[in-house]
């Protein structure tokens, strides 16, 4: 019988770095809009929610016909909202899809699902895509992540990793070894998924507020698969420029 996985964009009103960021107008609409109806066209999706805390969220996801999962203002992380949001949905598979990347691509998301339908050992699964830009190793906001020969990965930072001591000009590190970034998109089997929301905050997730890495220290594995795909995050308001420049040259359209 063919596993089932659901999509679920976790989005929150009240966020320190850029309030409102769900709502940011790219193009005539919504950032959570553009993620959702990209995120319709993913095959392996069944069901498509965004879950929130906010009505103001519930509201431009109504007007534009999505589906909304109301969740706790308590929620201590997305992924804590994302599991809230599908407790008492039958499924397989929950995929975790980042409500800030306006651009991403469906088959994308279909990899993520991929990893864990195509691994009965996996649990957790998420995407990497190599680093060519320099300046993308010193940006904090790009998620830089260490993987294993078996395809599993050994840590995720905001600060470059590895570090290579003998080379300390990031052109040069760039040119002379290979760098993977983290695409912040996880695919949990579902009981795995309740079970790493009952674990406490660790040292390291606090740390480098990456939330993956409560998985990692509490001793679970996360598949990666590598995505050639090129998306934008939208963390500050110089990203939402260039989402909204991107927009209005029609090559991202759903």
Same mark, same amino acid.
């Given at each position: 019988?063919?596993?089932?996985?659901?999509?679920?964009?976790?989005?929150?009103?009240?966020?320190?770095?850029?309030?409102?960021?769900?709502?940011?107008?790219?193009?005539?609409?919504?950032?959570?809009?553009? %993620?959702?109806?990209?995120?319709?066209? #993913?095959?392996?999706? &069944?069901? *498509?929610? $965004?879950?929130?805390?906010?009505?103001?969220?519930?509201?431009?996801?109504?007007?534009?016909?999505?589906?909304?999962?109301?969740?706790?203002?308590?929620?201590?992380?997305?992924?804590?909202?994302?599991?809230?949001?599908?407790?008492?949905?039958?499924?397989?598979?929950?995929?975790?899809?980042?409500?800030?990347?306006?651009?991403?691509?469906?088959?994308?998301i279909d990899l993520a699902a991929e990893i864990l339908i195509q691994d009965p050992d996996a649990r957790m699964g998420t995407l990497i895509k190599r680093i060519f830009r320099a300046e993308d190793?010193?940006?904090?906001?790009?998620?830089?992540? %260490?993987?294993?020969?078996?395809?599993? #990965?050994?840590?995720? &930072?905001? *600060?470059? $990793?590895?570090?290579?001591?003998?080379?300390?000009?990031?052109?040069?590190?760039?040119?002379?070894?290979?760098?993977?970034?983290?695409?912040?998109?996880?695919?949990?089997?579902?009981?795995?998924?309740?079970?790493?929301?009952?674990?406490?905050?660790?040292?390291?997730?606090?740390?480098?507020?990456?939330?993956?890495?409560?998985?990692?220290?509490?001793?679970?594995?996360?598949?990666?698969?590598?995505?050639?795909?090129?998306?934008?995050?939208?963390?500050?308001?110089?990203?939402?420029?260039?989402?909204?420049?991107?927009?209005?040259?029609?090559?991202?359209?759903?």
């Amino acid at each position: 019988m063919p596993l089932t996985a659901i999509g679920v964009i976790p989005a929150r009103y009240a966020s320190s770095r850029f309030p409102g960021k769900p709502l940011a107008m790219i193009a005539g609409k919504p950032m959570i809009q553009w %993620v959702y109806e990209r995120a319709l066209r #993913a095959a392996h999706i &069944s069901k *498509l929610f $965004v879950a929130t805390d906010d009505e103001r969220i519930q509201q431009a996801v109504h007007a534009f016909g999505g589906l909304v999962i109301m969740t706790s203002p308590e929620c201590r992380s997305g992924t804590d909202r994302v599991y809230e949001a599908v407790r008492d949905i039958e499924c397989d598979i929950v995929v975790n899809i980042q409500g800030d990347e306006p651009f991403i691509y469906p088959k994308m998301i279909d990899l993520a699902a991929e990893i864990l339908i195509q691994d009965p050992d996996a649990r957790m699964g998420t995407l990497i895509k190599r680093i060519f830009r320099a300046e993308d190793l010193s940006n904090a906001n790009v998620t830089k992540v %260490v993987v294993n020969q078996q395809g599993h #990965a050994l840590y995720f &930072s905001r *600060l470059p $990793v590895p570090f290579y001591r003998d080379e300390t000009d990031p052109a040069e590190q760039i040119k002379n070894r290979c760098y993977y970034k983290h695409v912040g998109i996880y695919s949990y089997r579902k009981n795995f998924l309740k079970q790493m929301v009952q674990w406490p905050q660790t040292l390291l997730e606090s740390a480098e507020k990456l939330e993956q890495l409560r998985a990692l220290d509490h001793g679970a594995r996360i598949k990666v698969a590598e995505t050639d795909s090129e998306t934008l995050g939208v963390d500050t308001m110089e990203d939402l420029e260039r989402a909204r420049q991107l927009a209005a040259s029609g090559l991202f359209n759903p």
